[in-house]
C-alpha cells in the first residue's frame, strides 16, 4: 500500500491562496490516479479534484472548477492542491486519496480510493 500525508494547510482570509501538498511512500506513486476531497464540519466528505497516473486527465467539482488545480510530479511522489480566490465555504479538513484500480480514470466517488492520508485543516475566515 502507499502511504500519504497531506500538507500545507492553514488559516487564511477571503480571497487568498494556499498550496496543499501530498506526498506518498511506500508504493510506487505513479500507477495510482489520485484525488483531493475535503469534509466540513457536520458535512460528508466531498469530492473536490482528480488525476490520472500520469496527470493527462483531471477532474474538478464544481464549487472549484476555475479556482482549484491540481498537479502531480511522480518523479517526487507527489500531488498538489493550488487554490486560488478562496471563499469561507472552501473550509474543511482537505483529504488526499489514491486509487490503483483504475489509474487512467479521474473516479469522484470516496469509495473508489483504497488510501487515505490524515488531512490537513483550511480555514477561510475574516
Known amino acids: 500500500q502507499v502511504q500519504l500525508v497531506e500538507s500545507g494547510g492553514g488559516l487564511v482570509q477571503p480571497g487568498d491562496s494556499l498550496r496543499l501538498s501530498c506526498l506518498a511512500s511506500?508504493?510506487?506513486?505513479?500507477?495510482?490516479?489520485m484525488g483531493w476531497f475535503r469534509q466540513a464540519p457536520g458535512k460528508e466528505r466531498e469530492f473536490v479534484a482528480a488525476?490520472?497516473?500520469?496527470?493527462?486527465?483531471?477532474s474538478y467539482a464544481d464549487s472549484v472548477k476555475g479556482r482549484f488545480t491540481i498537479s502531480r510530479d511522480n518523479a517526487n511522489n507527489a500531488m498538489y492542491l493550488q487554490m486560488n480566490s478562496l471563499k469561507p465555504e472552501d473550509t474543511a479538513v482537505y483529504y488526499c486519496a489514491a486509487d490503483r484500480n483504475r489509474p487512467a480514470a479521474t473516479r469522484t466517488s470516496l469509495y473508489e480510493y483504497q488510501n487515505w492520508g490524515q488531512g490537513t485543516q483550511v480555514t477561510v475566515s475574516l
Open positions: 488525476i490520472t497516473w500520469n496527470g493527462d486527465r483531471t
Open positions: 511506500g508504493r510506487t506513486f505513479s500507477v495510482y490516479a
